[in-house]
Antibody, heavy 114, light 112 residues
Framework: DVQLLESGGGLVQPGGSLRLSCAAS????????MIWVRQAPGKGLEWVSGISGSAGTTYYADSVKGRFTISRDNSKKTLFLQMSSLRAEDTAIYYCAKRSGDYWGQGTLVTVSS | DIVMTQTPLSSPVTLGQPASISCMSSQSLVHSDGNTYLSWLQQRPGQPPRLLIY???NRFSGIPDRFSGSGAGTDFTLKISRVEAEDVGVYYCMQTTQFPYTFGQGTKLEIK
């Protein structure tokens, strides 16, 4: 079975940094592009970032460009999202998913607050 | 960016009755490879999103056949032939034709 398990969320102060991880299993990880999507409390879904299977190409939403970095370690079947200069508006549940949107993790909550 | 607009934003439905959700994109979702990457997701309360329909009309594995998708170009529809209690939640259309990927605002399906 395909499984995606996010970790690394938590409470961080404005201006701080956090690194999210997404451990994948049950499929050929390096073959597939991956994405991060977030959902602020009580709000809809917002695409954050994407990366190709080889990690050769990355994409970012304007709202996070220059502050967030997506990466992956195909040998460890793990996707990452390095978040810096965090703002209150980055508070959300962060989901990792396969690029096609067919499989999603359970999400990890990031709270940016002083 | 491609803007995805869903209607209605709220849909009270009687159990056993049909439901329909529309999604319109601000530009064609036809990819250069000829496919149209329009998906429908369901998010039950307290759960992550799950894929229902991909490429307009293809039901994902394990999705009941009461769910169906149709449309082309910029206009798409999700239909539930007979709503069941487990269908309560928020439904999103999502385009993965081009980055940045974008979602509709979500349609809340509730039982009357």
């Amino acid at each position: 079975d395909v499984q995606l398990l996010e970790s690394g969320g938590g409470l961080v102060q404005p201006g701080g940094s956090l690194r999210l991880s997404c451990a994948a299993s049950g499929f050929s990880f390096s073959t597939y592009g991956m994405i991060w999507v977030r959902q602020a409390p009580g709000k809809g879904l917002e695409w954050v970032s994407g990366i190709s299977g080889s990690a050769g190409t990355t994409y970012y939403a304007d709202s996070v460009k220059g502050r967030f970095t997506i990466s992956r370690d195909n040998s460890k079947k793990t996707l990452f999202l390095q978040m810096s200069s965090l703002r209150a508006e980055d508070t959300a549940i962060y989901y990792c998913a396969k690029r096609s949107g067919d499989y999603w993790g359970q999400g990890t909550l990031v709270t940016v607050s002083s | 960016d491609i803007v995805m607009t869903q209607t209605p934003l709220s849909s009270p439905v009687t159990l056993g009755q049909p439901a329909s959700i529309s999604c319109m994109s601000s530009q064609s979702l036809v990819h250069s490879d000829g496919n149209t990457y329009l998906s429908w997701l369901q998010q039950r309360p307290g759960q992550p999103p799950r894929l229902l329909i991909y490429k307009i009309s293809n039901r994902f594995s394990g999705i009941p056949d009461r769910f169906s998708g149709s449309g082309a170009g910029t206009d798409f529809t999700l239909k539930i032939s007979r709503v069941e209690a487990e269908d309560v939640g928020v439904y999103y259309c999502m385009q993965t034709t081009q980055f940045p990927y974008t979602f509709g605002q979500g349609t809340k399906l509730e039982i009357k």
